[in-house]
């Protein structure tokens, strides 16, 4: 999601730009120290997003909003809680006071992600789906940002993936740290295997070939314990009946 910022603050600007960067779905496109300077490249190529400071010399950001006349989305950013009302006339998708701390920065961002995303048209598939992970020809690896870099994770690698909000936590057998990333569960799903990858809970993905032990709906790696709810109980039974040896009868997850 493309975005742009424009405060006269330079310091406001500096901290603003960080939090772009370490914000996985954001491009920055330009940082502007007024509105004047920003509107015609704005008008020229509108960004998704704009980060607008409200009191600024020459033209405020509350009449900048209303002579932009792009699609763009705005976040205010203040140090004045007084603009509140007067920024909602110009439909602001979110308000920020100074100081801006990066949990509502980021709140603010994911906010107007998903009402960009449900306002695009839903494309229609016109080819056949690519193989999944684990099938032949399929990738064997796939990347993920995490902090300020791409890391590329080897499929056999991962043990077990946690989902937390917007946030993923894929846990690996090489490495006892796991690599944090900004993204969905699903998104992680699409590339694991489904050959000896489950999803056994809504915020879990196990690789069961690396299990230690399944015990009382419950999957085991070390000292982890991964829960089993009744929505995928039976799909993890079946691939127990599939790979147990002689003796399953009466084995249940």
Known sequence: MTCAI??????????????????????????????????DALQAAPVDLLFLDIQMPGLDGLDFARMLGTPTRIVFTTAFREYAVDSYKVNAADYLLKPIAYADFLSAAIKVRDAVAQAQPQPQPSAPAPAAAGEEGAPRSFFVKSDYRLLRIDVDDVLYVEGLKDYVKIYLASTPRPVISLTSMKAVEAYLPATHFLRTHRSYIVNMQRADALERGQVIYGEKRIPVSDSYREQVQDYINRHMLQGRSGMTI
């Open 6 to 39: 424009i405060d006269d603050e330079p310091l406001a600007v500096r901290l603003l730009e960080s939090y772009v960067a370490k914000t996985p779905f954001l491009e920055h496109c330009g940082s502007y120290h007024s509105a004047v300077e920003a509107l």
